[in-house]
């Protein structure tokens, strides 16, 4: 076994990224050590998709991610493939299915994914050390990783130590500040994929209650299921958009997806029921009295007017919210932003500004989007590191 000091390279960070990194650089013959804060393994991966991991996207592509170079990702993307962690997951004969939009989750538990990158790591002769704090890093001709478990001395140096999100496993900024160190710039963080919190006025008193609904912020339109909180609102729809969302701007919320209302009212002129019974099939009656002014839905629908109606589609297509703040690092599935992808190679992931120093994973300013894309993402700038370093 090499010497405490005696490594080609040190990966700091022991999740997805970096595991998958690991496992691919040792697999071509170097000497990998992996370094870890936590005592348990991909604790990240373990709480995933409601524990079975959506580990990846058939759909992947770079119009999936956020960044402020919206072209890095493609190179890591292109030569890596959802196919290819697909029959990884496959020759380990782990039981998986596919849910909508391609998302791809394991039937049994996300612990199939932890011991599938364990396993890679064991097989290709990894060295892993759990429970080990980073104190401090150095670099002249080669890097000094000062722990709790003495000094590491490596050729390469990866830092897969993940973004802001869930505190409670051990998130951290350590990544960020090691960035900074070395003369590295950030994009501004902040939680992405969070749920968003409504200023009082505009909350409605329906937790619990979902509906199919079309959200916007400054990006794309994404529709899925709506979840009113007590807070303010989440659900798929919500989480993507946030993504989005930057404090002080609108969210736009269709509540009748699909549904051309004005049309159908204005045809529907015979209809005696009031406009919220005429309704009640499309949404719950909850939200129909919440949403709409109690002097049209009480109306029959053969007698709304003009204004009445264009109220009515005002109030369940047009409306528009104006969150406070989502809500924030404990509730956010990833960190958008981080380290700057202008000062790093997209074909090795390397900095340059340090040679033989990578940032990988989810510490790079690439965020995915909500259904497997960022644990695309991890697999492949783990990929490309590992076949650089």
């Excluded at 501004?188 to 079309?214: K, N």
């Excluded at 104006?322 to 690092?329: L, N, S």
């Excluded at 992808?341 to 994973?361: K, Y």
Aim: proline share 5%.
């Amino acid at each position: 076994m090499p010497r405490v000091s005696d490594w080609d390279v040190c990966i700091i960070g022991g999740g997805a990224a970096g595991l998958f990194c690991a496992a691919t650089a040792a697999r071509r013959g170097r000497r990998v050590v992996v370094l870890d804060h936590a005592t348990i393994p991909g604790r990240k991966i373990l709480i995933s998709g409601g524990g079975r991991c959506n580990f990846t996207n058939r759909s992947a592509t770079a119009e999936n991610y956020l960044s402020a170079n919206p072209h890095f990702c493609r190179s890591a993307l292109a030569r890596f493939t959802p196919q290819d962690f697909l029959a990884l997951v496959e020759a380990r004969g782990i039981a998986w299915e596919e849910r909508r939009h391609g998302q791809l989750f394991c039937v049994h538990s996300a612990k199939d994914i932890v011991a599938l990158l364990l396993d890679a790591c064991a097989e290709a002769g990894v060295t892993l050390r759990w429970g080990v704090q980073v104190q401090g890093v150095a670099h002249e001709d080669r890097f000094r990783i000062d722990t709790t478990h003495g000094p590491y001395i490596a050729e390469r140096l990866v830092v897969a130590t993940g973004g802001l999100p869930v505190p409670s496993i051990g998130a951290s900024d350590f990544g960020l500040r090691l960035a900074r160190q070395f003369g590295h710039g950030l994009v501004d963080t902040a939680p992405a994929l969070a749920p968003l919190l409504l200023p009082a006025h505009e909350r409605l008193d329906l937790p619990g209650i979902a509906v199919d609904a079309e959200v916007r912020a400054d990006g794309p339109i994404f529709r899925e299921n709506l979840l009113f909180t007590h807070g303010g609102i989440s659900g798929p729809s919500v989480l993507q958009a946030s993504s989005y969302w930057r404090p002080g701007r609108p969210l736009h919320v269709d509540l009748l997806p699909g549904h051309d209302l004005a049309a159908a009212l204005g045809e529907a002129r015979a209809v005696k029921a009031q406009l919220g019974n005429h309704l009640a099939d499309l949404l719950p009656r909850r939200l129909l009295q919440a949403r709409l002014p109690a002097a049209i839905a009480s109306k029959p629908v053969s007698q709304l007017s003009r204004a009445d109606i264009a109220a009515a589609v005002a109030a369940l297509t047009g409306w528009e919210l104006h969150p406070e703040a989502t809500g924030g690092w404990l509730k956010a599935e990833v960190m958008r932003g981080g380290v700057d992808t202008a000062e790093l190679s997209s074909q090795t992931m390397e900095s340059r500004r340090v040679p033989g120093l990578h940032f990988i994973g989810e510490v790079i300013d690439v965020t995915g989007w909500l259904g497997g894309y960022n644990f695309q993402w991890a697999w492949a700038s783990g990929h490309a590191c590992g076949m650089a370093v």
